[in-house]
C-alpha cells in the first residue's frame, strides 16, 4: 500500500437485513461511476488480495450474516478498498441500528473527476441517510470535533464547531458532520432545512438532485483543503448555515 493522499467516503444506512441486496448494489455503483474499477477481490489477513470468482454469492452470503466484509480492486500500487460496519442501536442516532460504509480511494485526478458519482453510487445503493467524501487530511480536522473524546471535553480545530457523539443525536436522518461532499438524502435535506433557494445559492450552484430524489452538495469545488482560507470558510458558513447538523439545534 503507498502513501499517497487519499478520498474518505462513507455513508450511513439502515442496518442490514437478511436477503440483502444493497451490498452488491453499492459496489455496482461504484464500479459504475469509475470505468475500469473492479472490486472483485477478499484482503488476506495477511493483507494480501485474493481473486473472488464468485462475488456476488460472496457478498449475499455475508449479508445474511449482517456483515459487509472488506473487498479491494486487487491492485496494490492503486489501492481501493470498501467495507461496512453494524453500529449498534447505543452507539446511533435515535436508538436504531445503522449500516457505516467505507471506502478509501486514491486522491488523483480520475478519482477527483469521478467523486461525486462514486458517492451517489455508494449512498443510493446503501439507500443511505446521509454520506461524504473528504480528503483524508481534511477529515482528520473534522474528526476532532466529535464531543466528547477520551481525553475529555472536544477540541475542535481552526474554529470548527464541537458536535455530539452520534448517539446524542435525535435522528438518523440528521447529518453528523460535513465534508467535501455531501450526499444528503430527500430525508436528510428535509431535516436539516435544504434547500432555501434564498440562504443556499452558492451550495445549489455546484449541488445536482440525484436518481431517487437526495442532494449531492459540494461545499468547494476542489477537494476541500482547510489550509485554504477560502476552503476553511466555506466549511465554517455550512456550519453556520446547518445548526442541526452534528446535533448542534433540536427545534
Not at 470505468?35 to 472483485?40: A, I, K, N, S, V
Not at 480492486?73 to 492503486?78: I, K, Q
Not at 474554529?159 to 452520534?166: N, Q, S, W
Not at 466555506?234 to 446535533?247: Q, V
Request: charge should be neutral; include cysteine; proline fraction near 9%.
Amino acid at each position: 500500500m503507498t502513501t499517497r493522499k487519499r478520498l474518505d467516503m462513507t455513508v450511513y444506512a439502515p442496518t442490514l437485513a437478511e436477503h440483502d441486496g444493497r451490498t452488491l448494489a453499492v459496489v455496482r455503483g461504484m464500479e459504475r461511476a469509475l470505468p475500469g474499477l473492479r472490486l472483485e477481490w477478499e484482503v488476506s489477513k495477511g493483507g494480501r488480495p485474493i481473486e473472488l470468482p464468485q462475488r456476488e454469492a460472496w457478498l449475499a452470503e455475508a449479508a445474511t450474516r449482517g456483515k459487509f466484509p472488506l473487498l479491494c480492486n486487487g491492485d496494490e500500487s492503486y489501492p481501493v478498498t470498501i467495507s461496512g460496519m453494524r453500529r449498534s442501536a447505543s452507539a446511533s442516532p435515535g436508538g436504531q441500528q445503522q449500516l457505516q460504509v467505507h471506502a478509501k480511494l486514491p486522491l488523483d485526478a480520475a478519482i477527483i473527476t469521478a467523486a461525486a458519482e462514486l458517492l451517489e453510487g455508494m449512498a443510493e445503493g446503501a439507500r443511505a441517510f446521509w454520506g461524504h467524501a473528504t480528503p483524508d487530511s481534511a477529515a482528520l480536522d473534522i474528526a476532532y470535533q466529535t464531543a466528547p473524546t477520551l481525553e475529555g471535553p472536544p477540541s475542535p480545530r481552526r474554529g470548527l464547531p464541537a458536535l455530539k457523539l452520534f448517539e446524542h443525536i435525535r435522528s438518523p436522518e440528521i447529518p453528523y458532520y460535513l465534508g467535501w461532499l455531501n450526499y444528503w438524502s430527500d430525508a436528510a435535506a428535509e431535516a436539516i432545512g435544504f434547500p432555501d433557494p434564498a440562504r443556499d445559492t452558492d451550495l445549489l450552484s455546484r449541488a445536482r438532485r440525484t436518481a431517487t430524489g437526495g442532494w449531492i452538495v459540494p461545499l468547494t469545488e476542489a477537494p476541500l483543503e482547510l489550509d485554504n482560507p477560502a476552503h476553511l470558510d466555506a466549511l465554517l458558513r455550512a456550519y453556520e448555515r446547518f445548526p442541526k447538523i452534528g446535533g448542534r439545534s433540536t427545534p
